[in-house]
């Protein structure tokens, strides 16, 4: 079969491109090795039938209905629906009290001022200072194909909103935070929240990551019904508008004539042609090095991709539970919002923890245990049962535990139950109140999930210069790789991993532009 063009996988990114191809009047198809679309959209019911429904992988989705695909892509009337809960994320710290980020800036205040008046002063002039930045600076920077450094650079130079990022940008964000704030736990939480899930505290040129994200107007945002309710939009836009998705097909090849791309080899010999592109949501390894014959690709292009790096402390171990009842906590009884918390971080109180947890990754051991999680079906009860609960906790944990992941098989159903031990002495209701559970740890993301190579869920670190218009690597940041009718659209590109759709958004662009003399009507990609 003959398609203008075929995208290689069905994360959200790839998805997001397909269905703005398809909206532009490409026949486009989309082919995935596993059994259902979605990537890290996954909602799975466990025990099979039982009712009590699991986001396994992606849940926390920061600001997503404010992206500009989700209103073009209409998947609302698809059928996607969110909500931001009021009370976003709360830090329980000694002595029962807690550290809140309330979606009402003036509630965040008052937390943060009741732990330390001065932070609090200084988280109001940061995030005040940075609200311009990240409107008219930092959004429009992620929602377009990236500049080169030099390029942006001189832009920047040339406003006081523009140097003031750069200056800030210089830091790593971990000196961000020890410069700007004084107590432990104010550091703590701000690096944790708006840090080491997404970047390395110790990397320079992220100092900026701090402030943005406390002066982003929109915060964490859940799907009811569960993460797949996303996938399942988009995939119905794409099937609207014509487009296919083959599901349990597995790549062995991208195919070439005369050094272009033309089209994509299954394992078991099936060919799809593509007339105009071949986009790849796989990261930069099986593009480059397992799926292009190596007559086609330049030695340097294999050599560069080999290079890409991933992250350290990126991988997830996850926690599962189905419950009687939701958790209740024993700090609530002086903090009372505190069962209404939409994502709860325990065991962190002090920065000097963040060192504790980078040196037992590069040794491969466990950590003193850092976590953070939900209890969706307090905001959603269509996720389990009438009256009961699904709850998770995650872990910031070593892919290769002991230096070997192999190891995480035998080692994975204990960590759980030590997990749920401390979370007990948080929330005491929780003994007794498990009726089942189960465990997900790095290497199983990476089983499911092989793009997150090494349970990376970013899909690359933003060390070493992968950043921007050098992600993946220098000469394929721009969406185009050097190989003609060949992009790249997954979280290894600009501006990276996490649910935002904005890798695909972009490679929309550059895609459409390259294939047609107009873009969709109506579409923001024209802006």
Not at 29 to 51: I, Q, R
Not at 109 to 137: G, H, N, Y
Not at 195 to 223: N, T, W
Not at 481 to 501: A, D, Q, R
Request: hydrophobic share 40%; with cysteine.
């Amino acid at each position: 079969m003959t398609y203008d063009g075929i995208i290689l996988g069905s994360g959200h990114n790839a998805l997001v491109l397909a269905c703005y191809a398809a909206r532009a009047g490409l026949k486009v198809a989309v082919v995935e090795k596993n059994a259902e679309p979605g990537g890290g959209l996954t909602t799975v019911e466990y025990p099979a039938g039982s009712g009590f429904r699991h986001n396994t992988h992606s849940f926390f989705h920061r600001a997503l209905t404010s992206m500009p695909w989700y209103a073009d892509l209409e998947l609302e009337r698809h059928g996607a629906r969110y909500i931001e809960p009021e009370l976003n994320v709360a830090m329980i710290l000694p002595g029962n009290q807690a550290l809140e980020w309330w979606t009402d800036f003036e509630k965040t205040f008052a937390s943060f001022a009741a732990i330390s008046p001065r932070d609090a002063a200084r988280l109001r002039e940061w995030t005040e200072r940075f609200r311009p930045i990240v409107e008219q600076i930092l959004i429009p920077e992620a929602r377009n194909p990236p500049l080169p450094p030099a390029e942006r650079h001189a832009a920047l130079m040339r406003s006081d909103l523009g140097r003031t990022l750069l200056e800030t940008q210089a830091l790593s964000p971990i000196e961000f935070v020890m410069r700007e704030f004084e107590h432990p736990a104010v550091r703590a939480g701000l690096l944790f929240f708006n840090g080491l899930r997404e970047v390395d505290l110790r990397q320079k040129g992220f100092g900026h990551s701090i402030p943005a994200l406390m002066a982003s107007s929109r915060k964490a945002q859940m799907c009811l019904g569960g993460s797949k309710r996303l996938a399942e939009a988009l995939c119905a836009d794409l099937r609207e508008h014509g487009g296919e998705i083959f599901t349990q097909w597995q790549p062995r090849s991208i195919l070439t004539r005369g050094g272009r791309a033309s089209g994509v080899e299954s394992v078991t010999g099936e060919r799809l042609e593509a007339a105009q592109f071949v986009a790849s949501g796989l990261n930069p390894q099986q593009t480059f090095i397992d799926l292009i014959p190596a007559d086609v690709a330049p030695a340097h292009l294999k050599e560069r991709a080999a290079g890409f790096e991933y992250n350290l402390l990126a991988p997830l171990f996850a926690l599962n539970l189905n419950l009687s009842e939701p958790p209740h906590y024993t700090a609530a009884e002086e903090h009372p919002e505190l069962n209404q918390a939409f994502m709860m971080i325990l065991g962190l109180d002090d920065v000097e923890q963040f060192h504790d947890i980078v040196a037992a990754h590069e040794r491969g051991e466990i950590p003193r245990t850092v976590m953070w999680g939900t209890c969706p079906t307090q905001f959603d009860p269509t996720q389990a049962p009438a009256g009961q609960h699904t709850a998770f906790m995650w872990e910031k944990l070593p892919y290769a535990l002991k230096g070997d992941s192999s190891n995480w098989d035998a080692a994975k159903e204990q960590h759980g139950r030590e997990m749920l031990a401390l979370w007990e002495t948080y929330a005491p209701n929780l003994h007794g109140a498990v009726i089942d559970s189960f465990v997900r740890s790095p290497l199983d993301t990476e089983r499911l999930l092989p793009n997150m190579l090494r349970g990376d869920l970013l899909v690359g670190s933003f060390a070493n210069d992968q950043v921007g218009y050098h992600r993946p690597f220098k000469g394929a940041g721009s969406y185009r790789t050097e190989i003609p009718g060949l992009y790249l659209c997954g979280g290894s590109t600009h501006p990276g991993g996490n649910v935002t759709g904005l890798c695909g958004f972009n490679a929309a662009r550059v895609v459409l532009a390259d294939c047609l003399d107009g873009l969709a009507p109506s579409s923001s990609l024209e802006s």
